[in-house]
Structure formats: C-alpha cells, structure tokens
C-alpha cells in the first residue's frame, strides 16, 4: 500500500464484515518517540482462537470465494519493515484488536497519508456502525465520532453527499490544526 | 465538534427538502469494489471522485455504495453501474478522471462509455451491459 491510511481503511473493512456497531481508531504519532502507532479496536464477532494464531499468514482468510487474504498480511510486513511490531488480538463474541506500530523516521515508512478521504470512505461504507477517529500528533488531539454527529442530525447513516463533503473538511481542518507549529 | 453545531444543523433542514428526490426509481446505483485489491489499486480516490461529481452534477437519485472483492483483482479499481431494472455495466482500471467522464455521460445522459468498460474478453469483444 501507498499510504497507511489505505492499511487502515482496508482493516477496517474486517470490522464491517464482522458486524461491528462501533468502530474506534487509534493514531498516535510522536517525534519525540520517534514513533507511529495506530490502533483498530471494534466489538465485531470477533476471532477464535484457533485462528487468531494463523490470522495474518496471507494463505488464511475468513472468506470462501478464494483462499488468500492479504489485508493483515500487508499491514503487518510493512509494520515489521519499519522496525516496529504488528498485534492482533480477539475475543469471540466480543471484538477485536490491531496495533500496527512503526519507527516514524524508518526510510520504509510510508506516509500516513490523506486521512481525510480516508474517512469519507470509511464513513460511507460503515452504515449504521459507528466510528470514533483519535489522532494524537505530539500530544495535540483531534477526535471524531460520527454518534454525535448522527445525533445532531437525528439519522442512522451518513451516507448522503452534503453530509460527507462536510466531514471530509472537518477532519482536514482538524488534521492541519494538530499539526501546524506552535 | 461543538462549534460545528450550527453548520450540521444548516445541512440537516437543507436535507429534509431533499430527501424525496433520493432513491428514484430511476436512479442508477453506482458500486466501487474496496476490498484489498481495489484499495491498493486506487479506488479510494476514485470513490470520492464519484461522490464529488455526482454532488457537482445534482445527481440526487444517484446512489453510490462499496463492495467487497469483486472477483477480478487484476481489473481494480472497478465501478459497476446498475440501472434501475437491474442492469450491469462494469468499468475497469477506474481512474478519477475517468469517473469525470462516466458521470458525464452515463450517469447523466445514459450513454455507457464502452472504452471503460469490460467489453473485450480473451480478444473477444462481448456487450457491455449484463442485463438482469
């Protein structure tokens, strides 16, 4: 993958297929740390334990049209390229756990990239599941959660142009906010 | 996010005028395929192409929605349009200027832009529509 975000909006597409109602994400980036660290947590059916061990080996997957799955593979190769660690961890029944962790400054490490669009798409795709979005840039937060949003709106899914587009320039806005200098 | 308030509440009551003119009959509903191979394929940027024209051109009984894996990863990005009767004309190796072009011409006039679409097979050359 290009940019990190696309690892993200590709694991979270696991959640959704495992019917999670919430979704929370997790970036935290520090210089200071010299550190990346992102954080998927959802309450989907989650994995049992007998595959858990197995999960991120390319030839095992959950579904039935092929026999490959590459999404947790790629995340955690290119986590493992950047002298970081990747972490998955599952409850049945209750959700689960991915930590991809990186060394900011490893020449490997490609760019988070653009969170914004990012989300959009998350947001389209998630339906009446929720999604909560911190971002911790040296310790400046910016949070998202789309139940507030729901809530001011009085619906059940975001999915509607209008709405989209103005989510889209709030996570941007926010985004640059957390990042400019001080 | 409260002091975005306001402006949510601005796009709520323009919602509520509009809410009818969505979901026509008519209206096509476009597919994008984001599983792992569209994802690193590009079909992030072509999704939101597609959302950002369909916007721009006042396309209100246009829905665009996401799948999973389509089955040909080679192809991604692929973009499947369905009419309202059901059927399918799939586009392959989207781009996002190709989604301008799509939206332009088939989205709005109806008219399927055969040289996206999957319309050769082993050098074959097969109609682009599947019908229902």
């Known amino acids: 993958m290009k940019e990190l975000s696309l690892h993200i909006l590709d694991i979270t597409q696991n959640s959704i297929r495992a019917e999670a109602s919430l979704v929370a994400l997790m970036i935290s980036e520090s210089i200071a740390d010299n550190n990346l660290t992102i954080i998927i947590e959802d309450n989907g059916n989650g994995i049992p334990a007998d595959k858990l061990a197995t999960i991120s080996d390319p030839f095992v997957t959950s579904r039935t049209t092929r026999k490959v799955g590459l999404g947790l593979s790629l995340f955690k190769a290119a986590a493992e390229a950047c002298d970081g660690f990747f972490e998955i961890t599952s409850e049945f029944g209750v959700g689960t756990k991915v930590i991809g962790s990186f060394r900011r400054d490893h020449i490997d490490r490609v760019p988070l990239g653009n969170m914004a669009d990012t989300i959009v798409t998350m947001v389209m795709s998630f339906g009446a599941a929720d999604l909560i979005y911190e971002h911790n840039y040296n310790h400046r937060l910016f949070s998202f959660d789309t139940r507030e949003i729901k809530e001011t709106l009085e619906v059940t899914t975001l999915n509607e142009v209008d709405i989209l587009n103005w989510i889209r320039e709030f996570v941007k806005e926010g985004l640059e906010e957390i990042k400019e200098e001080e | ?132």
């Open chain 2, 1 to 132: 996010m409260a002091k975005s308030l306001a402006e949510l509440k601005a796009i709520r009551d323009k919602k509520v005028n509009e809410i009818n003119l969505r979901h026509g009959k008519n209206g096509y509903r476009v597919v994008v395929g984001m599983a792992t191979c569209g994802i690193a394929a590009g079909a992030r940027p072509v999704m939101v192409k597609l959302m950002e024209e369909v916007a721009a051109n006042g396309l209100n009984d246009v829905t665009v929605a996401q799948t999973g894996c389509i089955g040909s990863c080679r192809l991604e990005p692929i973009v499947e349009v369905y009419d309202g009767e059901g059927n399918k004309v799939t586009y392959v190796h989207m781009t996002p200027e190709k989604v301008t072009k799509v939206v332009e011409q088939h989205l709005t006039s109806g008219k399927v832009v055969d040289e996206y679409t999957m319309t050769i097979v082993d050098g074959k050359i097969i109609s682009p529509e599947v019908k229902a």
